[in-house]
C-alpha cells in the first residue's frame, strides 16, 4: 500500500526556512515523478513542484521559483522541499503526492507550515 | 497558463440524484504524446485530496463506477450518476499536460 508521510512543518519567521521531508512506504520512490501541492487555509489546491524520478528535471510554479528547490533521496525512499525566504503567503498544507499518468494520484496527510512573525 | 475555471461554486443536491461539475479550460491542453492530461479530484471535510479521475475518463482504482469523467478540447464534466452521503466535498478539476499544473477553483457538493 502506498504511504506518504510528510514532517517538518511549523512555524517560521518571515524570511526564514524549512526543510520538508516525504517519507514513502510500500512502494519504491525510485520508480516515480513526485509533487508538492499547497493549500493555504479554506483555500482551493496550488500546484507547487515536480520532480522527475531519477532527478534529472525539475519544475516550479512561477510563485516559489528561486526560493523553493524539490529534492530526493531514493535510496532513503524520501522526498524533500527546502523553502527559503519565506513569506507570509506561503502558509499552507503542502501534500507530497506521487505521479501517476502524468498527473498527481497518491497524496500523503499533509503537513501545515505557518509563516508569522 | 491554463486557467480552469469550475461551475457551479457550490452544488446543493438530493441523495440518490445525478449531479454534474463542469470545467473549462482557457485553451486546449493536448500533450505532444496526443493525451489531454484532465484530472479530477475529491477533497472530503478534513481530508486529504483523492483522485477519482485521470485523463478526462480514466477512473482510478478503487473509484465507485457511479463517477464518470468525459469531455474534450476546453470543456469537461465529472458527473455522479446517483449521491451518496459519502461524496460530499470539494471536487477539483486540473490539467497536468503543461507547466504550471493547474487547478480549478474547487466545486462544494453538498446534501440537501
Known amino acids: 500500500e502506498v504511504q506518504l508521510v510528510e514532517s517538518g512543518g511549523g512555524l517560521v519567521q518571515p524570511g526564514g526556512s524549512l526543510r520538508l521531508s516525504c517519507a514513502a512506504s510500500?512502494?519504491?520512490?525510485?520508480?516515480?515523478?513526485m509533487h508538492w501541492v499547497r493549500q493555504a487555509p479554506g483555500k482551493g489546491l496550488v500546484w507547487v513542484s515536480r520532480?522527475?524520478?531519477?532527478?534529472?528535471?525539475?519544475n516550479y510554479a512561477d510563485s516559489v521559483k528561486g526560493r523553493f528547490t524539490i529534492s530526493r533521496d531514493n535510496a532513503k525512499n524520501t522526498l524533500y522541499l527546502q523553502m527559503n525566504s519565506l513569506r507570509a503567503e506561503d502558509t499552507a498544507v503542502y501534500y507530497c503526492?506521487?505521479?501517476?499518468?502524468?498527473?498527481?494520484?497518491?497524496w500523503g496527510q499533509g503537513t501545515l507550515v505557518t509563516v508569522s512573525s | 497558463d491554463v486557467v480552469m475555471t469550475q461551475s457551479p461554486l457550490s452544488l446543493p443536491v438530493t441523495l440518490g440524484q445525478p449531479a454534474s461539475i463542469s470545467c473549462r479550460s482557457s485553451?486546449?491542453?493536448?500533450?505532444?504524446?496526443?493525451?489531454?492530461?484532465l484530472n479530477w479530484f475529491q477533497q472530503r471535510p478534513g481530508q486529504s485530496p483523492r483522485r477519482l479521475i485521470y485523463?478526462?475518463?480514466n477512473r482510478d482504482s478503487g473509484v465507485p463506477d457511479r463517477f464518470s469523467g468525459s469531455g474534450s478540447g476546453t470543456d469537461f464534466t465529472l458527473k455522479i450518476s446517483r449521491v451518496e452521503a459519502e461524496d460530499v466535498g470539494v471536487y477539483y478539476c486540473m490539467q497536468s499536460t503543461h507547466i504550471p499544473l493547474t487547478f480549478g477553483g474547487g466545486t462544494r457538493v453538498e446534501i440537501k
Open positions: 485523463k478526462v475518463s
Open positions: 485553451q486546449t491542453f493536448v500533450h505532444t504524446d496526443g493525451n489531454t492530461y
Open positions: 510500500g512502494f519504491s520512490l525510485s520508480k516515480y515523478w
Open positions: 520532480i522527475k524520478n531519477d532527478e534529472s528535471g525539475t
Open positions: 503526492v506521487t505521479d501517476r499518468w502524468l498527473g498527481p494520484a497518491d
